[in-house]
């Protein structure tokens, strides 16, 4: 579906709402909307997800996903699902803090800092994550990892002193501490506003992924890549529980099976992309580097510090929720 204008953009959500409004009969379309870019692979993990889609339900249900903030902002996805916009979105959970703290806890920095204690941490949340969305007339399907995290600048990173007074874009409210308490003047800006944002001087500096890098072409701004892994925030698609509730169940059991695949298929992809992405920086002149120790444990302390405050802030059922995990990683 081409979508141009205010006009169309309305007639398209207009049918979406009316997807998720009545019951699902043959041939049903839902409207999704995700906020990076083709070669994303998140963007390619969805687009499998809805060929598996299609293909297993025999035509009764296409998805036509607008990606790249082309159809609705990414922040503003969550809420289009919520309110019936749209039947089905990709959000990025980390942008939702000030809703619930355990929106960010994925995003402290050395708490869940491989793939394999992401995956962990994603399970003791997914029940939580369940009953949220659930109460909120929505559903999770599948959740999709980032990269581990690093620093964009234009200048080698040889410790934690380098970045006092640096102006650094990050995208959660816990980076946006993480880096205030590692120096910098942390801004937390939208994807899409990033290169703008380098072009006026509003910052000088990313803690991002690989593939965000690339997706915003850091080089034509920045010098340095600096790798910390530190964490692995996570994205999620969701559905609206009308737009699913309205589907025959078989192709409700599609569309879950799917999930399932898209899931792990999402956390191979992240981890299998990640070498191949920091070659892409390097082939277009970036420096990339490992972080240096003390970088590495200032980090680590802060982010110890930054899950006291977590604990603090967080609701007791959200804290019970994730306490085996934190006793399995010594974070009691």
């Not at 050395?110 to 003791?124: G, H, M, R, V």
């Not at 992924?209 to 072409?217: A, E, V, Y």
């Not at 804290?319 to 399995?328: D, G, Q, R």
Request: charge should be negative; aromatic fraction near 10%; proline fraction near 5%.
């Amino acid at each position: 579906m081409k979508l141009s204008g205010t006009r169309t953009i309305a007639a398209a959500l207009g049918v979406a709402v009316l997807a998720a409004a009545v019951p699902a009969s043959a041939a049903t379309t839902w409207l999704m909307a995700s906020g990076y870019p083709e070669e994303n692979f998140h963007t390619k993990n969805i687009r499998m997800f809805i060929d598996e889609v299609e293909d297993k339900s025999g035509g009764e249900l296409t998805i036509d996903l607008q990606p790249n903030d082309s159809l609705i902002k990414l922040d503003s996805i969550k809420r289009a699902v919520q309110s019936g916009q749209i039947p089905i979105g990709e959000i990025r959970l980390g942008v939702y803090g000030n809703e619930d703290p355990m929106y960010i806890l994925a995003g402290l920095p050395f708490i869940a800092p491989t793939y394999e204690a992401a995956w962990e941490l994603k399970d003791a949340q997914k029940p939580y994550f369940d009953k949220l969305f659930d109460e909120a007339g929505m559903k999770v399907l599948f959740y999709s990892p980032w990269p581990g995290q690093g620093f964009y600048t234009k200048f080698p990173v040889n410790g934690p002193d380098d970045f006092a007074g640096v102006k650094l874009r990050i995208y959660s409210t816990s980076t946006q501490e993480m880096g205030e308490l590692l120096g910098f003047q942390a801004t937390i800006l939208p994807f899409a506003e990033i290169p703008q944002a380098f072009s006026t001087g509003l910052i000088e500096a990313l803690f991002t992924s690989p593939q965000t890098g690339i997706d915003i072409q850091a080089w034509d701004n920045t010098d340095y890549y600096t790798d910390v892994g530190a964490l692995y925030s996570k994205n999620a698609v969701i559905v609206s529980k009308a737009a699913f509730d309205a589907l025959d169940e078989a192709t409700q059991t599609v569309i879950l099976e799917a999930a399932k695949t898209a899931e792990k298929r999402a956390w191979e992809m992240s981890e299998a992309t990640t070498t191949e992405q920091k070659g892409i920086l390097k082939e277009h002149g970036m420096t990339v580097t490992e972080a240096p120790e003390s970088l590495v444990e200032k980090m680590t302390e802060i982010g110890g510090k930054m899950l006291v405050t977590w604990k603090e802030s967080a609701s007791p059922e959200a804290v019970e929720a994730v306490t085996p995990f934190f006793k399995s990683k010594g974070l009691e």
